[in-house]
C-alpha cells in the first residue's frame, strides 16, 4: 500500500546543531507539506513544494531549508537548532490537481535541549 | 491572509450524547474547502469531514455532520451518539480553491474528552 512515511519519530538534539527530518511518499504526490504542531497554536506551514525543484516559503519557515530532489522525498532541515523548534514536525502528500484530501506522516517529535 | 479561529480550547462530553465543535473563518475568497481532522493520543492525523464552499448542502459522514454557515463564515462539526474512541483532538483547517493545489490553514485545535 501506497504510505508517507517520516523519520525518526523521536530525535532529542543539541541547540546549534544541524538536524534533517525526513519524509518520503510513496503515493506518487506532487505536493508535499511541512508543518510545525505546537500547543496554543495549531499546525503551522513551514514549506512546502508542488514538484520536484519547487521549494516555497510557509508561514514560519526561518531557520528551516528544504529540497526536493525527487517526487518521493522532502527533506526539512534545521541548519541551527534552537530551543524554539522543539515541536512536532508533521509532513503531508496531497495529489493536487482537484484532489483536496492531504496525507500525514505520523509525525517527528523533536526535542533541542 | 486566511485565519481559522477555534475558541474553545476543551470541551467534554458524556459517552452516547451530541456534542457540537464551534469554527469560524475568515477569507475574502469565494471558492474555497474546509476540514475538520481529528487526532487521537496515537499523534496521527485523520481526516473526519470536507466540505465544498460552492455546496449548499451539510456534509455529512456517519456520525458526523456540519453546519456551514457561508455568510456568517462559521463551520461547526456534530458529533451524534459520541463514541469514547472520539476522544481526540480535533482541527478544523482551511484550503483555498479552485484547483486544490493549496496548503491547508489551520485553527487551534480543541481537546474533546469523551466520559463513560
Known amino acids: 500500500d501506497a504510505e508517507i512515511t517520516q523519520s525518526p519519530r523521536h530525535k532529542i538534539t543539541e541547540t546549534g546543531r544541524q538536524v534533517t527530518l525526513a519524509c518520503h511518499q510513496t503515493w506518487n504526490h506532487n505536493n508535499m507539506f511541512w508543518y510545525r504542531q505546537d500547543l496554543g497554536h495549531g499546525l503551522r506551514l513551514i514549506h512546502y513544494s508542488y514538484g520536484v525543484q519547487d521549494t516555497n516559503k510557509g508561514e514560519v519557515s526561518d531557520g528551516y531549508s528544504v529540497s526536493r530532489s525527487n517526487t518521493e522525498d522532502l527533506p526539512l532541515t534545521l541548519e541551527s537548532a534552537a530551543s524554539s523548534q522543539t515541536s512536532v514536525y508533521f509532513c503531508?502528500?496531497?495529489?493536487?490537481?482537484?484532489?483536496?484530501?492531504?496525507?500525514f506522516g505520523q509525525g517527528t517529535r523533536l526535542t533541542v535541549v | 491572509a486566511q485565519t481559522v479561529t477555534q475558541s474553545q480550547p476543551e470541551m467534554s462530553v458524556q459517552e452516547a450524547e451530541t456534542v457540537t465543535l464551534s469554527c469560524t473563518y475568515d477569507?475574502?475568497?469565494?471558492?474555497?474547502?474546509l476540514f475538520w481532522y481529528k487526532q487521537p493520543p496515537s499523534r496521527q492525523m485523520i481526516l473526519v469531514i470536507r466540505q465544498e464552499a460552492y455546496k449548499q448542502q451539510n456534509a455529512t459522514e456517519n456520525r458526523f455532520s456540519v453546519n456551514f454557515q457561508k455568510a456568517a463564515k462559521s463551520f461547526s462539526l456534530k458529533i451524534s451518539d459520541s463514541q469514547l474512541g472520539d476522544t481526540a483532538m480535533y482541527f478544523c483547517?482551511?484550503?483555498?480553491?479552485?484547483?486544490?493545489?493549496?496548503?491547508?490553514?489551520f485553527g487551534k485545535g480543541i481537546t474533546l474528552s469523551v466520559r463513560p
Open positions: 477569507t475574502s475568497e469565494n471558492n474555497y474547502y
Open positions: 503531508a502528500s496531497s495529489p493536487g490537481q482537484g484532489n483536496t484530501e492531504a496525507f
Open positions: 483547517a482551511f484550503m483555498m480553491g479552485p484547483g486544490a493545489n493549496s496548503k491547508l490553514t
